[in-house]
């Protein structure tokens, strides 16, 4: 079974629309978790770390259930600037080292 | 301040001949990272350097990858003999060590290897 595992997508939505994106891991020691931004061609950005049960950073609310072992990322009123591939990653165990990338979720935003 | 460098940006080469790419990651910063990704999969581990010592080479796929980062400062790696799955986009990573953010890896611009 793969450490991190996305949405396969990808997701075509209309401007201003409402997008949700799910992972899921599967090292249940996992103490934090992130999503990254990678547009066409460039390197991974940071979007969001979640530590707890969730982080919110204006649009951007990411959501952790650590029981089901899941992480969503959700984007309210998509902009035309949020088309991205959307990285689910996830860190080894508690320790400094290794990051898990899950193969990531094509968004697109369409005017 | 720069962020991750690496060079070159693009690399292509036949099969059999040697490449080496370069990382330099942001001045301070103790822990690099080597990842790659392969078309059509995920990004994933290579190594993890802190400072000069090599804390983590089990992503290193075969013998034919080597990878050194004497000094301290900036990092290579090697591919010798190149094979035709080497083909990939390879990243470099740096974080800082110690702080709460600590698990953020910056990383580069990537090196886009072909073997041909």
């Known amino acids: 079974r793969k450490e991190v595992e996305q949405d396969p997508g990808p997701f075509n939505v209309p401007e201003g629309a409402t997008v949700a994106f799910n992972c899921t891991y599967s090292n249940s020691a996992s103490q934090s978790f992130f999503w990254y931004r990678q547009d066409c061609r460039k390197e991974p950005k940071l979007l969001m770390s979640v530590y707890s049960s969730g982080n919110e950073d204006g649009r951007f609310t990411a959501q952790l259930n650590r029981a089901s072992q899941y992480i969503s990322l959700l984007i309210r009123d998509s902009k035309l600037s949020d088309s991205a591939t959307y990285l689910c990653?996830?860190?080894?165990?508690?320790?400094?080292?290794?990051?898990?990338f899950g193969r990531g979720t094509q968004l697109t935003v369409w005017p | 301040e720069a962020g991750v460098t690496q060079f070159p940006s693009h690399s292509v080469i036949e099969k059999g001949q040697t490449v080496t790419l370069r990382c330099d990651p942001i001045s301070g910063h103790d822990n690099l990272y080597w990842y790659r990704r392969v078309m059509g999969k995920e990004i994933k581990f290579l190594l993890h350097?802190?400072?000069?010592?090599?804390?983590?080479e089990s992503g290193m796929p075969n013998n034919r990858f080597l990878a050194e980062r004497t000094g301290g400062t900036y990092s290579t790696l090697k591919v010798q003999p190149a094979e035709l799955e080497d083909s990939g986009v390879y990243f470099c990573?740096?974080?800082?060590?110690?702080?709460?953010?600590?698990?953020?890896?910056?990383f580069g611009p990537g090196t886009r290897l072909t073997v041909t």
């Open positions: 350097f802190v400072k000069e010592s090599k804390q983590d």
């Open positions: 990653v996830v860190p080894r165990g508690s320790t400094l080292g290794r990051l898990y």
């Open positions: 990573a740096s974080s800082h060590p110690g702080t709460s953010g600590a698990y953020e890896q910056y």
